[in-house]
């Protein structure tokens, strides 16, 4: 579907919006909801079901069977071909990263193997994560594309995994179910270290940080115009922080760490300008989606994103600082589809916020084909490897990671 360096075919256009239209269109079985008559309650009994079982597997088979698609791939598959050519690993990954490697290394199977079972555990609890709220699910789904996440899943995937299961853990940590934490924390540690990040953030569920609307667009604006001489103050202040999690290679490699930033920059003057707009709508309906997602513990997804958002502005130009924020970050996806929800739910004032929200959805549409268009971290022309004449057998001796 497209030669490296070349023009983007529109192989690689088509196969993305097959994969996010279906995608949408199997998960609206699961995003329906059942008034029980006797009780009143709305559950949604038919969340589990073939459709999510048949996505995850469409999504690993698509997703997994990828052949340099993505900047990090090129690192994944030297990994994997050191080992089979030495029988050891020489870098330093996490354990339950490595035990995969070598387990698969031991069945004897090909290398696209590796992407296939990230991209299903990545599935697999992208689902579990919104099973406590399936009605956003078509939403979160649609802006998983949209907003490039989908794209930062095939390239940072292990820590893409870790958010997964990240998520899926505050689930469990607001019903308390602390045994079903501590595993999901085990193995999401086992895949990357700075899982730990994350559950350092517990303490933003505590209580709402940001009540006040004005006081949120407030900060939001005052962060925009000074983050260059705030971030000085919080590279000094977190550089320790780096090393003892042992991602210190970061900073001995920041040549290839900026080229990465710079992949990811392609159009960010546009997605810079769309999410401030999209952030300024999302805190000035703050107190309505509040009140209106009280039961699902919304204000504690929302501290997280808030938090996640002015750091944004902070620390975007780093790699490193943007790498860690996106624990945070990631939840304005999971707000985004609130707000979306009750842009095109609401019954006050309908036709103004519909609107609103199908020009943001198109526009974020456009951004991601122009992402694919400018071959944004190398997520297009996508190939399959089934369809490459000659395949890497032997590793390069990568020096640069």
């Avoid at 269109?25 to 709305?42: C, H, M, N, W, Y």
């Avoid at 559950?43 to 999504?59: D, K």
């Avoid at 050519?85 to 990263?97: A, K, L």
Wanted: glycine share 6%; aromatic share 20%; net charge positive.
């Amino acid at each position: 579907m497209g030669q490296p360096g070349g023009m983007v075919e529109p192989g690689t256009y088509i196969l993305y919006t097959l994969l996010m239209g279906s995608m949408l269109l199997f998960s609206q079985p699961s995003a329906k909801a059942v008034i029980d008559e006797r009780t009143g309650l709305i559950t949604f009994p038919h969340y589990w079901g073939s459709n999510l079982a048949g996505l995850i597997i469409l999504y690993s088979f698509i997703v997994g069977c990828r052949y340099y698609v993505g900047i990090d791939y090129k690192v994944y598959v030297e990994i994997f071909l050191e080992l089979k050519e030495t029988g050891s690993v020489s870098r330093e990954i996490e354990f339950g990263f490595e035990f995969m490697y070598k387990v698969l290394n031991l069945l004897n199977v090909h290398f696209t193997f590796i992407f296939i079972l990230m991209a299903l555990f990545q599935m697999f609890f992208f689902y579990k994560a919104l099973e406590k709220f399936p009605f956003i699910l078509p939403w979160f789904t649609f802006f998983f594309f949209v907003s490039l996440m989908m794209f930062s899943s095939m390239n940072i995937m292990r820590q893409s995994l870790a958010w997964f299961v990240f998520f899926y853990a505050l689930n469990l940590a607001i019903e308390k179910k602390w045994g079903l934490v501590l595993l999901c924390i085990f193995f999401g540690y086992s895949f990357h270290k700075t899982m730990l990040i994350g559950v350092l953030t517990y303490p933003l569920l505590f209580t709402d940080i940001a009540k006040n609307k004005y006081v949120q667009i407030g900060i939001l604006l005052v962060v925009t115009v000074l983050a260059s001489s705030i971030l000085t103050i919080v590279l000094a202040a977190v550089s320790p922080l780096v090393n003892l999690l042992g991602y210190g290679y970061y900073i001995d490699n920041m040549e290839y760490m900026y080229e990465i930033t710079a992949e990811k920059k392609v159009g960010a003057g546009t997605a810079n300008a769309l999410f401030f707009v999209v952030d300024i709508a999302i805190m000035w309906y703050s107190p309505e989606l509040k009140e209106n997602f009280k039961k699902y513990d919304f204000y504690k997804y929302y501290n997280l994103y808030f938090v996640g958002a002015i750091l944004d502005r902070i620390v975007s130009d780093n790699f490193i600082m943007a790498r860690t924020n996106d624990y945070l970050l990631n939840f304005r996806v999971v707000i985004m589809s609130f707000f979306f929800y009750f842009l095109f739910n609401t019954q006050t004032q309908k036709t103004g916020k519909r609107l609103f929200g199908c020009i943001i959805a198109l526009i974020m549409v456009i951004f991601f084909y122009k992402a694919i268009y400018n071959r944004a971290a190398d997520n297009s022309p996508f190939r399959f490897v089934f369809m490459e004449d000659r395949l890497q057998t032997r590793p390069q001796k990568l020096s640069n990671y």
